[in-house]
Structure formats: structure tokens, C-alpha cells
């Protein structure tokens, strides 16, 4: 008997990527349902070897459902989460709507996996941004080892965290430019063609952006609040892959080798770091891969306990469907939760 899932969004990029990583994981599901918006029922996607038609979020009942994977922006996610909580069906949402609501837990099964026990409030449990993500897998074992103080990221971030949409902008202005057609920015603020840009998500007061301030505040919710960090993010002409160049200032020492041994034994962690010409890693090879991948741990000579680093993942996987998962076998595992059909 297993459990349960409704992927909701599952037309769309996180949404598909749920689907495949339910059925390579053999999550122990008993049924799994397709839902997305009215524009898409019927619309087939794969889950596994199986092929599923998309039903209407709006009229689907969750009383039978134990667990539902939502990936379909923050507005639907504001107004469905509670509403399916209400009906003891437990969201993994991958919006923001709900990531810093202090009865909501924001998890990464690598760094807080005991916070998921925290679901019962809200019935709803927040997956974190997509460089949020990679990024506290890498600083978690760092930070239990020399206690991590302050961080400076800047992100290359794909095109594919910005959705369908995203994607289909840079192909298509990437083929503009090619047969010089005129090209026509409609997802991204400026052309991201063959450019990139320093924007990603809205302006705040401050003159950072609303993607800069949730690595902050969700890295302080996720690992330790204490921990001062600063982003630049910046929106890259790759397809799939958010890449991520690290400064990290600690409370102690920490030799780069020692922390190369570290992230080796880390969970969810490769450490590709070989001094030559391609011997670290680029979006383009962790596209489709598990693992946050980390290269070019360096000494940062201008602090007194510094290090630098490079980190990529596939942004549709690490940074949101896979965690998704990951943190529905939180649940399953710990049997936090009980497949209502055998309850009943
Ligand atoms: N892409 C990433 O790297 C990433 C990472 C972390 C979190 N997220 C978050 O995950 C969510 C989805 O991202 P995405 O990249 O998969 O976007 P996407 O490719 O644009 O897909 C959006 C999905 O939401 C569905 N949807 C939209 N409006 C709906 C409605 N009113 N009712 C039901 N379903 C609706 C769409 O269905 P239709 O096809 O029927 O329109 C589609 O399945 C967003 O909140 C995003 O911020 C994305």
C-alpha cells in the first residue's frame, strides 16, 4: 500500500521533473494524479511508463490524497495550500508564498529534515528557492565544521527557474538573432539572448531584488539565523543549471583540503576539483543530475578564515522537484504520515 500523490503544475518544467523523479525513486505511491489549470485537461504527461491526463486543480477532491506536489506559482499556491491542508492532504510547495510563514517549515532533507515534523501546523510543508537550495547544501557541513559567520554569493542563474516561458524566450530570441528576426523580451526584463542580466524577481526599497532577499532571510530560516549573507543574482543564458560562485568568512580555520575531505563525505555533495583546464563543473553537465556539485574551493586571502567556491546544480532538480521528493520520503520514512486508503 502506498500513498496517494496529486503533482499540481504538472505540465509545467518542476512539475514534470516531480513526475520522473516520483517514478526513479520508486516513491511508494498507490496512485499519482496529474493536475494543472483548465488550460491543460486533458493534456497527457509521463510519469514513468505510464502516461497520465491532466485534470483541473479547481474541481479535483484532495480527501482521499495524502500528499500533493505543488509547483504552480505562488498565487495558486496561496489560495489552494490551506485549502488542501484542510483536507489532511499535505502540500510540498515549491512557490514562495508560503517558505517564511513561521508555522510552515522550510526544508532541505540534507540540512533540516527534522523540521518537516513541523507540518502538522498548516499541513503544509515550503520547498526553498532554487539557489537556495544548492547553496545550504553546500555551506551545512562547512558551517558544522569551522562555523560559517558570513557568506557573499553571486548566481548565474538558467533560464528554466524563470519556468516554461523562460525557456521558450531564450530559444526563440536565440533564433531571432540567428535569421535577424526582430527579438521581443516579454518573460525577461532585457534580452537574455546571447546577454544576461542583474535582476531576477522584483525590485525591493533597499535596491536589492526579492531573489537576493530570499536567499538571505530562507538560508537564516533554513541553517542559522545568525549567519550574515549577501547575493548578487544574476539571470544567465543557460537552459538548465544554476551555478553559484561562493565566498564564505569563518568563526575558525579551515584549510581548503580539509574542506574538500568534508564535502566529500557530504550528503548530496560531489566535489569535482581538479587544478587543470575542465576539471570542475559546469550547469551544462549538471543538467539532469542529482547532486550539488562543488568545484574550486580555494583560500580567500583577504579574510582571516576564508573560503572560495563554485557550486552548480540542475535548478529543475536539486532546487525543486528532487527536494520536493526528497521530503516526501521525510515523511513516508519517519511515518509521519499514513496512506489514508489504509487507514480507512
Ligand atoms: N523552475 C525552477 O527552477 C523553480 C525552482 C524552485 C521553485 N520553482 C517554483 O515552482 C513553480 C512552478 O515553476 P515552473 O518552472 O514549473 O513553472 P512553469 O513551467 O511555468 O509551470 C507552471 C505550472 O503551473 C500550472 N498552473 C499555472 N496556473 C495554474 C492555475 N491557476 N491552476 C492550476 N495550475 C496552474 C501550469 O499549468 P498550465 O500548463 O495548465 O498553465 C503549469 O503546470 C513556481 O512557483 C516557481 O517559482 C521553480
Keep these: ?75 495558486v499556491a496561496r489560495e489552494w495550500a490551506p485549502r488542501i491542508g484542510a483536507k489532511g492532504c499535505v502540500v510540498i510547495d515549491n512557490s514562495s508564498a508560503w517558505r517564511m510563514d513561521p508555522d510552515v517549515p522550510l526544508v532541505v532533507p540534507e540540512v533540516n529534515a527534522d523540521a518537516a515534523a513541523g507540518f502538522t501546523k498548516k499541513h503544509i510543508i515550503a520547498n526553498p528557492n532554487c539557489s537556495t537550495a544548492q547553496l545550504v547544501v553546500a555551506l551545512k557541513p562547512l558551517h558544522d565544521a569551522a562555523k560559517i559567520k558570513r557568506v557573499v554569493v553571486s548566481t548565474y542563474q538558467s533560464v528554466s527557474g524563470a519556468g516554461k516561458e523562460g525557456m521558450d524566450e531564450l530559444f526563440s ?35 536589492f531584488t526579492k531573489e537576493e532577499w530570499k536567499m538571505v532571510v530562507e538560508t537564516k530560516k533554513i541553517l542559522d539565523p545568525k549567519i550574515k549573507l549577501v547575493a548578487t543574482c544574476v539571470r544567465v543564458p543557460v537552459f538548465i543549471g544554476h551555478s553559484e560562485a561562493i565566498n564564505i568568512e569563518f568563526e575558525n580555520p579551515l584549510s581548503p583540503e580539509e574542506a574538500r ?63 520536493a521528493v526528497q521530503i516526501a520520503e521525510v515523511l513516508a520514512n519517519r511515518k509521519l504520515i499514513t496512506p489514508k486508503q489504509k487507514a480507512a
Design 173 to 207: 530570441q536565440t533564433r531571432s538573432v540567428f535569421v535577424s528576426d526582430p527579438l521581443e523580451s516579454k518573460k525577461f526584463p532585457k534580452r537574455i539572448a546571447f546577454n544576461l542580466i542583474p535582476q531576477i524577481d522584483v525590485f525591493m526599497e533597499d535596491g
Design 1 to 75: 500500500m502506498g500513498y496517494k500523490v496529486a503533482v499540481a503544475g504538472a505540465t509545467g518544467n518542476v512539475g514534470r521533473e516531480m513526475l520522473d523523479i516520483l517514478a526513479e525513486r520508486r516513491f511508494p505511491v498507490s496512485e499519482v494524479v496529474a493536475l494543472a489549470s483548465s488550460r491543460s485537461i486533458g493534456t497527457e504527461v509521463s510519469f514513468g511508463d505510464k502516461i497520465l491526463k491532466c485534470r483541473h486543480l479547481d474541481t479535483y477532491d484532495f480527501s482521499d490524497t495524502d500528499i500533493c506536489l505543488m509547483s504552480a506559482g505562488g498565487d
Design 261 to 323: 575531505n568534508i564535502l566529500r563525505e557530504a550528503p548530496g555533495v560531489l566535489v569535482i576539483d581538479k587544478h587543470e583546464p575542465g576539471g570542475y563543473i559546469t550547469p551544462h553537465e549538471a543538467a539532469g543530475e542529482d547532486a550539488t556539485y562543488i568545484s574550486r574551493i580555494r583560500d580567500d586571502p583577504t579574510v582571516e578564515n576564508g573560503l572560495v567556491l563554485w557550486c552548480v546544480s540542475d535548478n529543475l532538480r536539486k532546487g525543486a522537484a528532487l527536494n
